[in-house]
């Protein structure tokens, strides 16, 4: 008997899959499919796929050509396959040919031409293209504009923004480049807002108006009323709006936030989340400082979210410890938000002109998450107990800081017309009425 191997995502299942599964099985008596797990995609770097590692076994099974189906789930675990279910023949399409010639040591390898003019990277992309506009002032623009290449269907075609100069090459040569709102609002499907906090409400309440999908860089108000409001507006328009916080697309953040929730700590008594950076402040460049973040908006929602996510919204109370540069109204170097909750405390720590350990400790009854710095960006945690030896470490691929995942995640809202369950409303205005306060000075001491 001559068994055959095949690997593939196998997202989406169309002719060209079926086309090869059949050529794969005329090769020998016995075809064992491996289908590449979720995680393993992300880590080669294919974020965006349709359908569920279920699904896709699934379609696969459907066919009736695999006699045996398998999961990839490691780079390098093709030749423990081969060996251990004594494998003939390894095949893949030939866009891959040369790539797995070292396989030949073990069994046969034979590529397969591919069936022209059909990809699943193809129709994805035709699916949901979708042309998108970016609205800023900050150099932060250019990280997301590099991660939108890796998403199918994630078309940059134009930016607003006072500030070109600082923009990449790429960025300057956009078929759309202005400092008109309004001129680029007309030629897209969706906008990514990453301007002043200050500009958000109504930037966003003006493309919700012309039924525009909007992803805005948290807060995307300064007031719960205010975001009561654009989230009505979005629904009333059958428009998506994401309140962004890239850190909770990240893999390694969300199997944490799951992992605390499931008890692995137990009961959990205390969060500390610290997230800083040193920045110059030149007042002296009124250009340049209208469109700098103060130190609550710039890290305020990335650090409460683990807090609002564990321990939840309704805290008993509050206070906010502020110090503001040169006395500068709501500009300030470093801020401090500690909460009471029934049973549990939780405390951030935010600052553009100091720097701290950047890390986030969750403690529980049992034990706790340590979660090093950078951790807002993190693709690795650990869970430590009072026995060491009972401690374990995790690991998760991270690609573009979570922006691409979050790219993903939004084109898939704007697709199904329904918001990935990533954080809730109630965490986004529990987020938003502590930019209010520390605003109104509501709980606010200077220092």
Not at 335 to 345: C, G, H
Not at 427 to 446: H, L, N, P, R, W
Request: aromatic content about 12%.
């Amino acid at each position: 008997m001559v068994r055959v191997i095949t690997y593939g995502t196998f997202d989406m299942l169309h002719y060209g899959h079926v086309r090869l599964l059949e050529r794969a099985r005329a090769l020998g008596d016995y075809l064992i499919v491996a289908i590449t797990s979720d995680d393993y995609d992300k880590s080669r770097g294919k974020i965006n796929v349709e359908q569920s590692l279920n699904e896709r076994i699934e379609g696969v099974r459907s066919t009736g050509l695999a006699d045996e189906i398998i999961v990839e789930e490691y780079p390098g675990q093709k030749i423990e396959d081969v060996i251990r279910l004594n494998v003939d023949i390894f095949t893949v399409g030939s866009d891959w040919k040369g790539k797995f010639d070292y396989l030949n040591e073990y069994c046969k390898v034979i590529y397969l031409d591919r069936t022209e003019g059909v990809s699943s990277s193809q129709i994805r992309t035709e699916k949901k293209r979708l042309k998108i506009g970016l609205v800023g002032d900050t150099t932060y623009l250019n990280k997301f504009y590099k991660e939108c290449t890796f998403v199918n269907g994630a078309e940059i075609v134009g930016i607003c923004t006072n500030n070109i100069s600082e923009m990449d090459e790429d960025m300057q040569k956009l078929p759309i480049v202005t400092d008109r709102y309004d001129d680029l609002l007309n030629r897209i499907d969706v906008v990514y807002i990453c301007s002043h906090p200050s500009m958000h409400y109504e930037q966003v309440k003006k493309a919700l108006s012309v039924k525009k999908h909007v992803l805005c860089e948290s807060p995307s108000a300064l007031s719960v009323k205010q975001f009561k409001e654009l989230y009505q507006f979005a629904k009333d328009h059958n428009c998506i709006l994401i309140d962004s916080v890239k850190t909770v697309f990240a893999t390694a953040y969300s199997r944490m936030i799951w992992l605390v929730k499931s008890g692995v700590i137990g009961d959990v008594i205390s969060i500390n989340a610290v997230c800083t950076s040193l920045n110059d402040f030149d007042f002296s460049d009124t250009q340049k400082m209208s469109r700098t973040w103060n130190s609550i908006c710039a890290w305020g929602p990335t650090s409460l979210i683990p807090i609002f996510q564990i321990l939840g919204v309704n805290y008993l109370k509050k206070s906010i410890v502020t110090k503001l540069f040169n006395g500068i109204k709501n500009f300030d170097v470093f801020t401090k938000v500690n909460f009471i909750y029934e049973n549990a405390v939780g405390s951030i720590l935010v600052g553009k002109g100091i720097k701290s350990e950047g890390e986030l400790v969750i403690s529980g009854t049992k034990g706790y998450v340590y979660v090093p710095t950078p951790w807002w960006k993190t693709d690795y945690f650990e869970v430590r107990y009072e026995n060491p030896a009972q401690n374990k470490r995790y690991f998760y691929q991270l690609d573009g800081e979570g922006i691409r995942y979050e790219i993903v995640s939004f084109l898939k809202a704007v697709e199904t017309g329904h918001p990935l369950p990533t954080y809730s409303d109630d965490v986004v205005s529990a987020i938003i009425k502590i930019m209010q306060d520390f605003y109104d000075g509501v709980d606010v001491d200077f220092v």
